[in-house]
Antibody
Framework: QVQLQESGPGLVKPSQALSLTCTVS??????????WSWIRQPAGEGLEWIGR???????NYNPSLKSRVTISVDTSKNQFSLKLSSVTAADTAVYYCARVSYYDSTNLDVFDIWGQGTMVTVSS | IQMTQSPSSLSASVGDRITISCRASHSISSYLNWYQQKPGKAPKLLLYAASSLQSGVPSRFSGSGSGTDFTLTISSLQPEDFATYYC??????????FGQGTKLEI
């Protein structure tokens, strides 16, 4: 079964860039009709969608983060990545990667597989 | 599209029947999913398209609604159901949004 695993630095300095990678195992990132997404959750708060990427490279981003976010995919490594520039303390959160599946029967997208999450703290 | 859940927290006992509400700021037809999140864990998909049960999810979970108003019902609470629940709209795939969550406590 497909599994996702986030990796990257747990501590980032203010004004620097946050970079995370999600490794897909148990299946090819290129197979099937999937988007791959990043979602974050500040401590004690709710979930915020960051953006998504299709394996052919098309992306969509949360407008509130769009100017600072880049999501990319490396199909040869079965990975996709998040880069968030100019971070501040407000970007401190648990970051999840997730697979977005399109359910034909009901014509909608779901986040059906999630990574375990990785905590990123922005602090000097 | 803004999603608003109520209540923000809820206290209940094992065996109780509970409902959680989710309201969308605009009509989203049935493009509504529900997730369960336990402390320190990733969210888990429970229901999709407002009322369809994800594979492997117990039948005590059910959902209803369309347009702007939706509910998640747990018919008989089990100890493992105490968690935080989130609704999420997929009507606008260019901007998915989640509700703020409902924490279900013993």
């Amino acid at each position: 079964q497909v599994q996702l695993q986030e990796s990257g630095p747990g501590l980032v300095k203010p004004s620097q860039a946050l970079s995370l990678t999600c490794t897909v195992s148990g299946g090819s990132i290129s197979s099937g009709n999937y988007y791959w997404s990043w979602i974050r959750q500040p401590a004690g708060e709710g979930l915020e969608w960051i953006g998504r990427i299709y394996t052919l490279g098309s992306t969509n981003y949360n407008p509130s983060l769009k100017s600072r976010v880049t999501i990319s995919v490396d199909t040869s490594k079965n990975q996709f990545s998040l880069k968030l520039s100019s971070v501040t303390a407000a970007d401190t959160a648990v970051y999840y990667c997730a697979r977005v599946s399109y359910y034909d029967s009901t014509n909608l997208d779901v986040f059906d597989i999630w990574g375990q999450g990785t905590m990123v703290t922005v602090s000097s | 599209i803004q999603m608003t859940q109520s209540p923000s927290s809820l206290s209940a006992s094992v065996g109780d029947r509970i409902t959680i509400s989710c309201r969308a700021s605009h009509s989203i037809s049935s493009y509504l999913n529900w997730y369960q999140q336990k402390p320190g864990k990733a969210p888990k998909l429970l229901l999709y398209a407002a009322s369809s049960l994800q594979s492997g999810v117990p039948s005590r979970f059910s959902g209803s609604g369309s347009g702007t108003d939706f509910t998640l019902t747990i018919s008989s609470l089990q100890p493992e159901d105490f968690a935080t629940y989130y609704c999420q709209q997929s009507y606008s795939p260019l901007m998915y949004t989640f509700g703020q969550g409902t924490k279900l406590e013993i």
